[in-house]
């Protein structure tokens, strides 16, 4: 059990109110959770403020409060700490209370729009395969070395984080990679995290029912890379419009990647086929087991980490060629007469384009495309139209359908989508509001050989319908349907 004073160790802008030398058992900002003797994290969050809840943290045991206002009559007993910004401290404290896990480790953040789930798991595997002891924290799954930890956030709170990375550490890791999404950064969840380098994969149309604008969205993801110290080093995709942007105030080292640019790591796709491709990077040409354009950018930018980590370039691209794509992210199947599905969690206008064009590169044209795709509810409603706007220039049929649509009337949301679909596309686009029948209709208008692009969720394994989670996989209903057992 540490004190007060120790867990306070390098806080910066602060006033503490009280005995410092106080033992601390715990920290939580969650009142419910609070036990005898814990500190209680007062967050002003986006739907609740934290604050109000002292009184009950209090009752439940808490004797330290850490808090960014103190009540009219504080309670003489309790030793307050009051901050300019709570969570920022949240996360140093927790660290500190674990003992500073990520400086025991090469952490590797990674954040853009699309990307960032393939990459740090290629690199978990990757790193992986060099040797290593390796954690990840993504938006499948998040792993202690070997040992799978169910993912509920892309980014998980400071406690979750720091008590994983703390398992990490004590497994034996001494490499770790995460995403990091828009919302921790803008929320200071990743305080406290020492990192050692970051990566930005790409900047497209997303969550601005949280952000509210575009350059807010983009002000979030530069605030990561402005946070590096000077000796984490920066991998930007330089293709990007904003991906210099990014590089402007870090201090950390700057480096680039590319396919079209001027970079310090460059890839090219020589062949594509629909089991892989063939690219070359920085000079080299290797096989891989992914397909489309965006996949080379994943791993180059994969590869340009592990360089930047001290990894040999040799060993690097041997392994890239044994990588095997990320769950729900381009997997495949093929039913016996021969119809191709993928499944992917394209759930962003850019995201759809991007695995439509991986499609389009490697069919012959003779066959029919069908694209099923929905878009969340109580989420950014703008890129509803232009998801299917993206789904219909693309393909040859668009069934639109379910995601997962919460607490909105998922008709309503097919109806905003529909707006998107251009005058000469209409007729190629069906609404069927259950995605299982959405699966089921395209798969009986197939014939052999055509292509079903299921998208949008991808390794979720959920439909969350009236804020019930319903159990529901698409690839489980592909697998029914084509009665196979295993992707292709």
Same mark, same amino acid.
């Given at each position: 059990?540490?004190?007060?004073?120790?867990?306070?160790?390098?806080?910066?802008?602060?006033?503490?109110?009280?005995?410092?030398?106080?033992?601390?058992?715990?920290?939580?900002?969650?009142?419910?959770?609070?036990?005898?003797?814990?500190?209680?994290?007062?967050?002003?969050?986006?739907?609740?403020?934290?604050?109000?809840?002292?009184?009950?943290?209090?009752?439940?045991?808490?004797?330290?409060?850490?808090?960014?206002?103190?009540?009219?009559?504080?309670?003489?007993?309790?030793?307050?700490?009051?901050?300019?910004?709570?969570?920022?401290?949240?996360?140093?404290?927790?660290?500190?209370?674990?003992?500073?896990?990520?400086?025991?480790?090469?952490?590797?953040?990674?954040?853009?729009?699309?990307?960032?789930?393939?990459?740090?798991?290629?690199?978990?595997?990757?790193?992986?395969?060099?040797?290593?002891?390796?954690?990840?924290?993504?938006?499948?799954?998040?792993?202690?070395?070997?040992?799978?930890?169910?993912?509920?956030?892309?980014?998980?709170?400071?406690?979750?984080?720091?008590?994983?990375?703390?398992?990490?550490?004590?497994?034996?890791?001494?490499?770790?990679?995460?995403?990091?999404?828009?919302?921790?950064?803008?929320?200071?969840?990743?305080?406290?995290?020492?990192?050692?380098?970051?990566?930005?994969?790409?900047?497209?149309?997303?969550?601005?029912?949280?952000?509210?604008?575009?350059?807010?969205?983009?002000?979030?993801?530069?605030?990561?890379?402005?946070?590096?110290?000077?000796?984490?080093?920066?991998?930007?995709?330089?293709?990007?419009?904003?991906?210099?942007?990014?590089?402007?105030?870090?201090?950390?080292?700057?480096?680039?990647?590319?396919?079209?640019?001027?970079?310090?790591?460059?890839?090219?796709?020589?062949?594509?086929?629909?089991?892989?491709?063939?690219?070359?990077?920085?000079?080299?040409?290797?096989?891989?087991?992914?397909?489309?354009?965006?996949?080379?950018?994943?791993?180059? @930018?994969?590869? /340009?980490?592990? %360089?930047?980590?001290?990894? =040999?370039?040799? &060993?690097?691209?041997?392994? +890239?060629?044994?990588? *095997?794509?990320?769950?729900?992210?381009?997997?495949?199947?093929?039913?016996?007469?021969?119809?191709?599905?993928?499944?992917?969690?394209?759930?962003?206008?850019?995201?759809?384009?991007?695995?439509?064009?991986?499609?389009?590169?490697?069919?012959?044209?003779?066959?029919?495309?069908?694209?099923?795709?929905?878009?969340?509810?109580?989420?950014?409603?703008?890129?509803?139209?232009?998801?299917?706007?993206?789904?219909?220039?693309?393909?040859?049929?668009?069934?639109?359908?379910?995601?997962?649509?919460?607490?909105?009337?998922?008709?309503?949301?097919?109806?905003?989508?529909?707006?998107?679909?251009?005058?000469?596309?209409?007729?190629?686009?069906?609404?069927?509001?259950?995605?299982?029948?959405?699966?089921?209709?395209?798969?009986?208008? @197939?014939?052999? /050989?055509?292509? %079903?692009?299921?998208?949008? =969720?991808?390794? &979720?394994?959920?439909?969350? +319908?009236?804020?019930? *989670?319903?159990?529901?996989?698409?690839?489980?209903?592909?697998?029914?349907?084509?009665?196979?057992?295993?992707?292709?």
């Amino acid at each position: 059990m540490k004190t007060l004073s120790e867990i306070l160790n390098g806080v910066g802008d602060i006033t503490v109110i009280g005995n410092k030398d106080c033992a601390v058992a715990g920290i939580a900002f969650d009142s419910r959770k609070v036990l005898q003797g814990f500190l209680f994290a007062a967050i002003p969050g986006t739907a609740v403020d934290g604050h109000r809840f002292i009184a009950t943290a209090i009752a439940n045991g808490a004797t330290s409060v850490l808090c960014e206002q103190l009540p009219e009559d504080p309670d003489a007993k309790i030793t307050w700490i009051k901050a300019a910004n709570s969570s920022i401290v949240l996360g140093q404290i927790v660290s500190n209370f674990g003992g500073n896990p990520s400086s025991e480790m090469k952490i590797v953040g990674i954040t853009g729009t699309n990307g960032k789930t393939t990459t740090a798991t290629l690199l978990y595997r990757l790193f992986k395969e060099l040797g290593h002891k390796v954690g990840l924290l993504s938006t499948v799954c998040n792993y202690v070395d070997d040992k799978k930890v169910e993912a509920t956030h892309t980014t998980p709170d400071p406690l979750e984080t720091q008590k994983l990375m703390a398992e990490m550490v004590a497994a034996g890791c001494t490499y770790c990679f995460m995403e990091v999404s828009s919302h921790a950064i803008a929320q200071d969840r990743i305080a406290g995290i020492d990192f050692d380098g970051g990566i930005f994969t790409n900047l497209t149309h997303d969550h601005l029912d949280y952000h509210k604008t575009f350059a807010e969205y983009r002000d979030a993801k530069k605030k990561f890379f402005d946070q590096l110290g000077p000796k984490a080093f920066v991998i930007t995709n330089s293709d990007d419009k904003n991906g210099l942007f990014m590089l402007q105030n870090t201090a950390a080292r700057k480096l680039t990647y590319a396919g079209k640019m001027m970079a310090d790591f460059k890839v090219k796709v020589v062949e594509s086929h629909f089991d892989g491709m063939l690219i070359n990077i920085d000079g080299t040409e290797v096989w891989t087991q992914f397909v489309g354009n965006f996949n080379a950018y994943n791993l180059l @930018a994969v590869y /340009g980490a592990a %360089i930047s980590l001290g990894a =040999k370039k040799e &060993e690097i691209l041997r392994i +890239i060629s044994m990588l *095997k794509p990320v769950d729900g992210r381009f997997e495949t199947f093929i039913s016996p007469t021969g119809i191709y599905a993928v499944v992917d969690y394209a759930h962003t206008p850019d995201a759809v384009k991007n695995v439509l064009s991986a499609i389009n590169e490697v069919r012959t044209g003779n066959e029919t495309l069908f694209t099923i795709v929905g878009a969340g509810g109580n989420r950014d409603k703008t890129k509803r139209p232009e998801m299917a706007f993206e789904a219909a220039v693309a393909s040859d049929k668009v069934i639109l359908t379910s995601d997962n649509p919460r607490s909105e009337d998922p008709e309503v949301i097919i109806s905003e989508m529909l707006k998107g679909v251009p005058a000469n596309k209409t007729a190629i686009v069906l609404a069927i509001t259950n995605r299982k029948e959405a699966i089921r209709t395209a798969c009986m208008m @197939a014939k052999p /050989g055509d292509i %079903i692009l299921i998208a949008g =969720k991808g390794h &979720e394994n959920y439909q969350e +319908i009236k804020g019930v *989670k319903h159990h529901f996989d698409d690839r489980e209903v592909i697998r029914e349907i084509f009665n196979v057992t295993n992707p292709n």
